[in-house]
């Protein structure tokens, strides 16, 4: 299987290569066009802020690449927001595969939530052999709101998206990298979607 995580500088990119790693894959960091369309598997890493992180993709032409893949994408952390239509963080537009939007918690929560935190009301086969109520590592000050395409969800002053799905574009708004067994059971099944 050829895995590729999508290589534009938002880092964190280690620790999931090493989850893969464990699982028995190797997974190639890459920002080359015709590598990503021919990979199997394609992970969208993200640790940063997103208008920054929008601007190295639009340098690299791979803001128009990802939302014509086909093959199944995960989208992790800032990968997830910016597969969303905006982000407040620096108001950026961002991919537009999931139709919401991405606000900042507001004062009422400590920013950014930092630790583990449950998942709940799952409806996907990512979450294979999860149960409700599964904890998940997050470290994160926005949040993606509810929508159709909404897979799972997570409370933290109010109730939001922690997961998402459209099509073959998965979404996940924890690091499943760090979340130990059950986080790497959720890679698994990414990888045998």
Partial sequence: MKLIIIDYGAGNIKSIQFAFNRLGYEAILSNDPEEILAADKIIFPGVGEASSAMAMLKETGLDTLIPKL????????????????????????????????VKRF??????PQMGWNVIKDLKSKLFKGIKEKEYMYL????YAEHCPETIATTDYGLNYASALQHKNFYGVQFHPE??????EQILKNFLEL
Wanted: aromatic residues 6%; positive net charge; glycine residues 12%.
């Fill in 70 to 101: 086909k093959q199944p994408v995960l989208g992790i952390c800032l990968g997830m927001q910016l597969l969303c239509e905006f982000t407040e963080e620096g108001n950026t537009r961002g991919l537009g595969i999931f139709k919401t939007v």
């Fill in 106 to 111: 507001d004062n009422a929560a400590k920013v």
């Fill in 139 to 142: 470290v994160h000050s926005y």
């Fill in 178 to 183: 760090k979340s130990s067994l059950a986080g």
